[in-house]
């Protein structure tokens, strides 16, 4: 009996133990969920303001991994196909979703910047080997692919100087190698070659061969010695040729046969669980095969005065992994998440810190942008690092806080001449998160527009 009885009150402590373990994890659950909640409640009205001012699409992710505080947040306004030759609504039209697929454009670096520093992490590459040994092989297969190519190495293209530029240099925009975009942010330049050639065949699937081609790339000579940039001239040296180069290494070293048989999804293979379905690229065809939301140049570009429809223009994706990246808003966040944040799932963390450390000369670090001042805020919670992304007809943005743990990821329908309309929704969402984080009153932010530099000051 008494046997019996110590039993019956081991098994009612095991029982409560067990209870008590059940209702902590609740409360955890709770908790994570009244903070994503939180957040979508003062996502949802910056998503609507921000979509009337700019007359677009507007959708944002925010995420924090964590098990007691997590938030995954996720918010929409405006109308995918809001636009026409007459103007822009956005409110007429079908309306944005949070599971909407967006063209990522330059945000595809990050993801091609991650796959190169996975392979220096692994000893199989370093970061100052010099680039003809990992691209010539692979573009000497692309011409036994293609005999009618007209180079067969990256000296053909730009010149013996090429043999002192490294993986490093073209991570970093030191490479001195010559940009097929032809767009100028500084306004400079009003007539944009490419674009126009894009539009004027909406048919074509540009290829990297036809890229790498372009008579203002394929120029036998570097603009600059590589491995400092030359900012006097060149501005932060910004080119989306390197990461076609990047790409060509990864391709390359996957064994892959030609430069569409590579698997992007191969640079994420210790995530692949946390995106399904999987991340899509747009190897070939214009934006309508891959996403339902419409995209709209309202540039000014070669004259323009109207919103051009690019949903049938091949051309958008013409980057390959310099811009291919398509999908919703919260993979996106996720994707930086697995970048940036502890554990480092896909870089070690000495190879995260210098994507971000390397970025004090010219606010581009290696695959990453410096985006602090687009916080609004000083010290450890004004840090941000992550991509703008703009290509034709959208244009978007990408973060990560390391004090606050989270990742935000913001995609708009609309390409405008300054990219005001994803900076500005940062400007907002950023600190709307930093309030709830730390429970502090949210601050009253102004945005001042910049295509590379526009600021975020909060009172």
């Not at 063209?103 to 220096?120: A, E, N, P, Y």
Request: with cysteine; charged share 20%; aromatic share 8%.
């Amino acid at each position: 009996l008494l046997k019996s009885k110590r039993h019956a009150a081991r098994c009612v402590h095991q029982g409560s133990k067990m209870m008590r373990t059940l209702l902590a994890a609740c409360l955890v659950g709770a908790v994570a969920a009244d903070l994503t909640a939180q957040v979508e409640k003062a996502l949802q009205p910056i998503a609507k303001e921000m979509a009337e001012k700019y007359k677009c699409s507007v959708s944002i992710a925010v995420l924090k991994d964590d098990p007691t505080n997590g938030i995954n947040a996720k918010a929409a306004g405006g109308v995918i196909d809001g636009c026409t030759p007459d103007g822009c609504s956005a409110t007429s039209g079908t309306p944005t979703t949070t599971d909407d697929k967006y063209v990522w454009g330059s945000v595809t670096k990050v993801l091609t910047g991650t796959g190169i520093l996975r392979l220096v992490s692994k000893g199989v590459l370093k970061l100052d080997d010099p680039i003809p040994q990992h691209i010539d092989p692979f573009i000497m297969q692309m011409k036994k692919m293609n005999p009618s190519q007209n180079f067969s190495s990256v000296a053909d293209l730009f010149g013996p100087e090429t043999a002192q530029v490294t993986i490093e240099d073209l991570l970093g925009m030191k490479s001195g190698i010559p940009d097929y975009d032809t767009a100028s942010p500084t306004g400079r330049q009003p007539t944009d070659v490419f674009r126009q050639s894009a539009y004027d065949h909406p048919d074509k699937s540009y290829v990297p061969a036809d890229m790498l081609n372009l008579p203002w790339c394929h120029t036998g000579k570097l603009l600059f010695t590589p491995g400092v940039c030359d900012r006097m001239k060149y501005g932060n040296c910004y080119t989306s040729t390197n990461f076609v180069l990047l790409g060509m290494i990864l391709a390359g070293q996957a064994g892959a046969t030609d430069w569409d048989t590579f698997d992007q999804n191969q640079i994420l293979a210790d995530v692949l669980g946390d995106f399904k379905p999987p991340l899509t690229y747009a190897l070939h065809g214009p934006p309508v095969n891959w996403t339902t939301v419409k995209g709209y140049d309202t540039t000014h570009y070669n004259n323009n005065t109207k919103p051009i429809d690019v949903s049938k223009v091949s051309g958008v994706f013409a980057g390959w992994t310099a811009s291919d990246l398509v999908g919703p808003a919260s993979d996106i966040a996720r994707l930086a998440y697995d970048v940036y944040a502890p554990p480092y799932k896909l870089v070690a963390k000495e190879y995260v810190e210098m994507m971000y450390d390397t970025s004090s000369l010219t606010g581009y670090g290696l695959a990453t942008f410096n985006l602090t001042r687009r916080t609004g805020q000083y010290g450890p919670d004004g840090v941000a690092m992550g991509h703008l992304g703009a290509t034709y007809g959208y244009q978007s943005i990408v973060a990560y806080n390391p004090a606050m743990d989270f990742s935000l990821a913001i995609a708009t329908n609309i390409e405008t001449d300054g990219q005001s309309q994803p900076a500005e929704t940062m400007c907002h969402v950023y600190n709307a998160v930093r309030a709830i984080v730390r429970g502090i009153p949210q601050p009253t932010c102004t945005f001042t527009p910049g295509y590379f530099s526009g600021g975020c000051k909060c009172k």
